[in-house]
C-alpha cells in the first residue's frame, strides 16, 4: 500500500500555470509508476499523465501535450503535475495514483489513489 496526498490546485485565470503536488508514504515510491488523473463534472476520469519509475518513461494525454509535465523527485517521495498555458476545460478535480507496472501508458492500472485536488480555470 502507499498513501498519496496532492496538494497544490486553485483557482487560476485561462492562459496561467499551476504545479500539482503529490506526497507519497508506504510502499517503496521509486519503485512505483506514478500517475495524474483528472475528472470533471459530468465526464469519466481520464488519464492525464504518467511517468515509469523505470527509465522515466512518461506518457502524455493528446489533449495536455506540450502545456503539462509530469516529474518525479524520489529522495522527496513526491511526483508532480507542472501545467502551463491553462485551459477552461482544464478544470476538475486532479487525482494523484500509485502503479506496481512497469509501463506507462493509457492502461496502465494504478492500485492506489489520493483524494485530489481542486484545479478551477476560469476563462
Known amino acids: 500500500q502507499v498513501q498519496l496526498v496532492e496538494s497544490g490546485g486553485g483557482l487560476v485565470q485561462a492562459g496561467g500555470s499551476l504545479r500539482l503536488s503529490c506526497a507519497a508514504s508506504?510502499?517503496?515510491?521509486?519503485?512505483?509508476?506514478m500517475g495524474w488523473f483528472r475528472q470533471a463534472p459530468g465526464k469519466e476520469r481520464e488519464c492525464v499523465a504518467g511517468?515509469?519509475?523505470?527509465?522515466?518513461?512518461?506518457f502524455y494525454t493528446d489533449s495536455v501535450k506540450g502545456r503539462f509535465t509530469i516529474s518525479r523527485d524520489n529522495p522527496k517521495n513526491t511526483v508532480y503535475l507542472q501545467m502551463n498555458n491553462l485551459k477552461p476545460e482544464d478544470t476538475a478535480v486532479y487525482y494523484c495514483?500509485?502503479?506496481?507496472?512497469?509501463?506507462?501508458?493509457?492502461?496502465?492500472?494504478?492500485?492506489?489513489w489520493g483524494r485530489g485536488t481542486q484545479v478551477t480555470v476560469s476563462s
Open positions: 495514483a500509485a502503479s506496481s507496472a512497469v509501463v506507462v501508458g493509457s492502461r496502465t492500472v494504478y492500485e492506489n
Open positions: 511517468i515509469s519509475w523505470i527509465g522515466g518513461g512518461t
Open positions: 508506504g510502499r517503496t515510491f521509486s519503485r512505483s509508476t
